[in-house]
């Protein structure tokens, strides 16, 4: 129940009484502020409605803000068994609500749990929050039923994440998350909030899956093939780096550059040519 939840220690306290160190090689930067990760659950759309998957939540700040604010369901994905014995205190005051699965994010299918359809709420490790993101955007272009995504990176990859065309921002990370939902940023994290402080401000993001924009997608991993390609050398001209593509088919002169084109453009060229 939620008021169980409530009278749980701190998580700082919690830690020290296990001794529980974040661990740099887990990417692990604990957020302890409960008016920002009370925040960021309160921002998961349909919480009290659909299972939430949360992956890494170390000492479960986010996890607890998650239950108390009415979290249906959660699934915890967690690689660090250190963090167990916390863990285990909230799974017991969590009603039933909270199920902890020790393991790596990056090879859980998330398919298993059985739901028809799941949010992700995480503050997501630095060192791997940008291979999660797109294992996800694959997942929801080949219909699995993630209504959305409410997830911390650093501001800078927050800023790839939602930029336009001859942003400075703009790329691969750009393209693939435009191409199958709508996405921004809702708030900046201090690095001050953070226990150990990270080198940088960290935002929130979130991101909402578009059927109509998934429905032209095509080859979802062509399109990243072809947004590595031309975006690994961004600064040369698009018919530098693909000699022999007749680039007026698709409107263009060939002197374009990664940059300079729409994310549409780019999923049109993926479509013809690339088997």
């Known amino acids: 129940m ?11 306290q919690m830690m020290r009484d296990c001794g529980m160190l974040a661990k740099k090689q887990f990417g692990q930067n604990f957020l302890f502020d409960l008016n920002l990760t009370g925040r960021i659950a309160r921002s998961v759309p ?17 996890t607890r803000a998650l239950l108390l604010a009415g979290a249906k369901q959660i699934i915890a994905v967690e690689k660090d068994k250190s963090t167990e014995p916390i863990l285990s205190r909230v799974t017991a005051a969590a009603d039933g609500r909270l199920n902890v699965i020790y393991g790596d994010a990056l090879k859980t299918d998330f398919s298993q749990f059985g739901f028809n359809e799941y949010a992700i709420c995480s503050n997501l490790p630095y060192n791997v929050g940008t291979e999660l993101l797109i294992q996800w955007i694959h997942k929801i272009a080949n219909g699995e039923k993630i ?6 990176f650093q501001r800078e990859v927050a800023e790839r994440i939602i930029a336009k065309p001859n942003d400075d921002a703009y790329g691969r990370l750009s393209v693939l998350v435009h191409l199958v939902a709508d996405a921004k940023i809702l708030f900046n994290v201090p690095r001050t909030a953070f226990t150990p402080a990270p080198k940088v401000t960290s935002a929130v993001v979130q991101i909402i899956p578009n059927n109509e924009k998934i429905k032209n997608i095509g080859n979802i991993e062509n399109i990243e093939k072809l947004t590595a390609k031309i975006f690994g050398t961004r600064r040369k001209m698009i018919r530098g780096i693909m000699p022999d593509v ?16 729409s994310c549409e453009k780019i999923c049109e060229i993926a479509k013809k040519v690339l088997p």
């Open 46 to 62: 349909d919480l009290d409605k659909i299972p939430v998957v949360e992956v890494g939540p170390g000492p479960a700040g986010l």
């Open 147 to 152: 209504k959305s995504l409410t997830l911390m």
């Open 2 to 12: 939620t008021d169980t939840i409530a009278t749980l220690p701190p998580v700082s």
């Open 246 to 261: 007749d680039w007026t088919m698709f409107g263009l002169t060939g002197t374009e550059r990664a940059e300079n084109l």
